[in-house]
């Protein structure tokens, strides 16, 4: 199983990021996954972000809540996050999280993401 990151770059605070993650499985198969994203900051700890269950569930971090959508299309086998109001503490390299039934566990390359002006 592979994971494809992509988005992310230079953008400014108060501006937008978009990230997509493409899932090298069949749709029947990612629809069953549950889906995260997570970031890790230069010298601090991988912290999670955002999920999407297979069930529907979300789940967002503190830090992002109330301006941040996680969304998936289970047909093109991809997952989104967008993040409005970027500040800077939103820098980071983030990689997107596919968990299956059975517990096995999947990650991107992961994508650098600068919050800066």
């Known amino acids: 199983v592979q994971l494809q990151a992509s988005g992310g770059g230079l953008l400014q605070p108060g501006g937008s990021l978009r990230l997509s993650c493409a899932v090298s499985?069949?749709?029947?198969?990612?629809?069953?996954?549950?889906m995260g994203w997570y970031r890790q900051a230069p010298g601090k700890q991988r912290e999670s972000v955002a999920r999407?269950?297979?069930?529907?569930?979300?789940n967002y971090a503190d830090s992002v809540k109330g301006r941040s959508t996680i969304s998936r299309d289970n047909a093109e086998k991809t997952v989104y996050l967008q993040i409005d109001g970027l500040k800077p503490e939103d820098t980071a390299v983030y990689f997107c999280?596919?968990?299956?039934?059975?517990?096995?566990?999947?990650w991107g390359q992961g994508t650098q993401v600068t919050v800066s002006s």
């Open positions: 999280n596919a968990l299956t039934r059975s517990g096995y566990e999947y």
């Open positions: 999407f269950s297979s069930g529907g569930s979300l």
């Open positions: 499985v069949t749709p029947f198969v990612f629809s069953t996954m549950d």
